[in-house]
């Protein structure tokens, strides 16, 4: 089998573009959030439970903690009052304390925006860094948020 040229792959890459944008018109993050660091806490909550869920609690959770800076320095008791309803409580408040300590010290407050720092933060694997990279930061991906999701979609264009 020969090898794409460029301008096909880039052809082909349109098409299925246009398609997924047809099939899937209002395709948008479920997760609620105003900034990268905000989806990056949502992103970590939503394991092991749903996005409506995780949207129940974010608001009083972004509220009293607004910046890495404020959650880092938190009392665990409080951070797993508020998070509790997620499951695992207990070790996502360990998880988000423990990354929002890593985002000041080594970040200066700010939330990575390549996927190689993002993956490097505790907590954090491909997937929630493509979510975030994808939704919430002009940066080098643009990719569903599961890559075993996104080969199984584009298998059917080719």
């Given at each position: 089998?020969?090898?794409?040229?460029?301008?096909?792959?880039?052809?082909?890459?349109?098409?299925?573009?246009?398609?997924?944008?047809?099939?899937?018109?209002?395709?948008?993050?479920?997760?609620?959030?105003?900034?990268?660091?905000?989806?990056?806490?949502a992103t970590v909550l939503s394991a092991q439970t749903t996005d409506l869920r995780v949207n129940q609690v974010t608001p009083a959770l972004f509220a009293k903690y607004p910046r890495p800076a404020d959650l880092a320095g938190a009392d665990p008791a409080d951070v797993e009052g508020l998070i509790r309803p997620t499951g695992f409580f207990r070790n996502k408040t360990r998880s988000i304390t423990r990354l929002a300590a890593v985002i000041v010290a080594d970040h200066d407050g700010m939330v990575p925006r390549t996927l190689a720092e993002l993956v490097k933060l505790p907590g954090v694997g491909r997937k929630t860094a493509f979510v975030v990279s994808g939704n919430a930061c002009a940066c080098e991906a643009s990719r569903a948020g599961d890559p075993n999701h996104g080969a199984n979609v584009s298998t059917p264009f080719g």
């Open positions: 089998m020969a090898e794409e040229t460029r301008l096909a792959l880039v052809r082909r890459a349109r098409r299925i573009n246009r398609a997924l944008a047809e099939a899937y018109p209002y395709a948008h993050c479920e997760l609620d959030h105003v900034n990268a660091w905000q989806l990056l806490l």
